[in-house]
């Protein structure tokens, strides 16, 4: 059974830093792409961050030159810096992989930055 639990999430003020964890179990982790997404209140998910099993990676427009994905094979985790948060920033924060039809989701973290 795949499991993808998030921790790290938490409630920060502008301009501050955190780091979500994503821990997987069930799948051969370093063979999958991993995917941060967020949703925010009343809008539709959307892809935050995005790494391959070659360490290849894209952002979002909205979060480039803040936010950093890495992942480290040996623990089965990928991780999600988030620097100079801000408000826009807030919402649901899921933990994906994804590879070919086989498609994981987290159950979320809760992340949100006051102004």
């Known amino acids: 059974q795949v499991h993808l639990v998030e921790s790290g999430g938490g409630l920060v003020q502008a301009g501050e830093s955190l780091r979500l964890s994503c821990a997987a179990s069930?799948?051969?982790?370093?063979?999958?792409?991993m995917g941060w997404y967020r949703q925010a209140p009343g809008k539709q998910r959307e892809l935050v961050a995005r790494?391959?099993?070659?360490?290849?990676?894209n952002y979002a427009d909205s979060v480039k030159g803040r936010f950093t994905i890495s992942r480290d094979n040996a623990k089965n985790t990928v991780y999600l810096q988030m620097n100079s948060l801000k408000p826009e920033d807030t919402g649901v924060y899921y933990c994906?992989?994804?590879?070919?039809?086989?498609?994981?989701w987290g159950q979320g973290t809760q992340v949100t930055v006051s102004s």
């Open positions: 994906n992989a994804n590879l070919r039809q086989n498609d994981y």
């Open positions: 069930g799948i051969i982790f370093s063979i999958y792409p």
């Open positions: 790494i391959t099993s070659a360490r290849i990676t």
